[in-house]
């Protein structure tokens, strides 16, 4: 009898002791210490099978956007922001802190929602989280920004066209040398000239005549160890400065192009031989002129290849024969002679001949530009095809629609042409004395 008499006693006392420690503890603390994006949709151009543009959506999570908590401007937000077509109207979170949350809109203030997990909150309009501490004694009131990209990250994105003080000229060359963008060319009265402004600020100063040249307009201006470079006349002229010119060569009928990060000179003779200098000054006769081999160069490039850096790709273009298309060029760094590339069976993968025919190399890959191509042609493979970049892609010969030119170019009329600076912009230069200049905002250089 007394053994269970004390047993008795024994659950008794561990009963009140489990009462006790039930029992519901307040607290002055109130935060939020975590704070995580769910699913989201996000929307994205595509090509259906008849190659018309159309929208997928692409399930994301916000783990992969991480939210920062600032505890002292009682605000949270990504500093990554979400990608560009992110539907943020119907999004869960998971929320941790010390408190009880509640969220509430900043349009409608007097409605105060309890946080739970499978509500799922409009981040497309201003949203407030608050937290009350247990003790209901303190409370905390964080505004939550989710970030979404504005524009496509690989979108060009120019500037407003610059018209004040960038002269007229026909048959512009636009180079860059240092962080400066020279344009020459023949202003309205015959003059050879050149205008030239600082890539990072400051105005177009104008036109300049420049001496020493022939009468009669340049073919082609290059930049090769600091020195510009033309045709005229018949003979090779370089310049220090871009106003003074001095013959370098005689007998050359046209200058190919200039490899400017590895010190060379290209042109083709008089005797229709293809010629080059190295930044030693010696000129080394290359190889004949082969048939359909271009007059004169819209574009040469020389640049490392990606599988074995010590070896360079040259890619060259230009026009010849009156064809209807670019002839294209190239050869390795350790080839003796150059080699056509064989033009694509489907002709509207070819180069078109446009009037202006120009092409920069910018994000890796070469783009071409010219009077009536309908914006940049885009090659990924060395120059082999041509793709269309258009915003609206009509079949499969189209290509990058967020490459387009800026929306006041028309590119029937003038003749226009391109160049990177060392910033990461292009620049767009017309005949009519109209100037761009854009990015991709992730290769822009401050």
């Not at 979400?82 to 949350?101: E, K, P, Q």
């Not at 205008?195 to 009669?216: D, E, K, T, Y």
């Not at 009156?322 to 080699?339: M, N």
Request: hydrophobic share 35%; aromatic share 12%.
């Amino acid at each position: 009898m007394r053994a269970r008499y004390i047993l008795l006693l024994s659950i008794l006392f561990c009963c009140v002791s489990c009462l006790k420690e039930d029992k519901t503890s307040t607290s002055p603390q109130a935060a939020i210490t975590s704070f995580t994006v769910g699913y989201y949709n996000v929307w994205q151009h595509d090509i259906n099978i008849h190659g018309r543009d159309t929208l997928v959506s692409v399930r994301e999570h916000g783990s992969m956007y991480p939210m920062t908590i600032s505890q002292t401007e009682y605000r949270i937000y990504n500093i990554d922001s979400l990608a560009f077509g992110s539907d943020v109207s119907r999004v869960t979170t998971s929320v941790y802190g010390t408190g009880n949350i509640s969220y509430f809109y900043s349009d409608e203030p007097e409605s105060v929602y309890s946080w739970s997990a499978y509500d799922s909150v409009d981040f497309t309009r201003k949203v407030f989280f608050n937290v009350v501490s247990t003790d209901k004694s303190y409370t905390r009131t964080y505004e939550v920004n989710l970030n979404v990209r504005k524009v496509f990250p690989d979108s060009l994105i120019w500037s407003e066209p610059d018209t004040a003080g960038f002269p007229v000229m026909t048959g512009i060359s636009p180079v860059v040398r240092n962080d400066t963008v020279y344009c020459f060319g023949t202003d309205t009265t015959g003059v050879l000239s050149v205008s030239f402004r600082s890539v990072v600020g400051g105005a177009w100063n104008g036109l300049n005549a420049m001496s020493g040249l022939p009468a009669g307009g340049l073919n082609g201006v290059t930049v090769s160890n600091g020195m510009f470079y033309a045709v005229a006349g018949g003979a090779l002229y370089g310049s220090s400065d871009g106003l003074a010119w001095s013959s370098v060569r005689t007998g050359v009928k046209s200058l190919v192009v200039c490899a400017e990060d590895f010190g060379e000179i290209w042109a083709i003779g008089s005797d229709s031989n293809i010629v080059m200098a190295s930044d030693t000054g010696a000129w080394t006769t290359v190889q004949r002129v082969p048939a359909h081999f271009p007059d004169s160069s819209a574009f040469m490039f020389r640049y490392p290849l990606v599988t074995n850096t010590s070896l360079s790709r040259y890619v060259l273009a230009g026009l010849s024969d009156d064809s209807l298309y670019a002839s294209v060029w190239t050869k390795l760094s350790t080839d003796s002679v150059w080699t056509r590339i064989d033009a694509p069976a489907r002709t509207e993968l070819r180069l078109p001949a446009a009037d202006g025919l120009s092409a920069i190399r910018y994000d890796g890959v070469l783009f071409c530009m010219g009077k009536g191509l309908g914006g940049f042609r885009q090659s990924n493979d060395n120059g082999v095809t041509w793709y269309r970049c258009t915003s609206y892609a009509e079949d499969y010969s189209s290509w990058n629609k967020y490459m387009q030119l800026p929306d006041e170019l028309s590119d029937t009329e003038p003749v226009f042409k391109g160049v990177v600076d060392g910033k990461g912009c292009i620049w767009l230069l017309t005949e009519d004395g109209r100037v761009w200049h854009g990015a991709i905002g992730r290769l822009k250089k401050n």
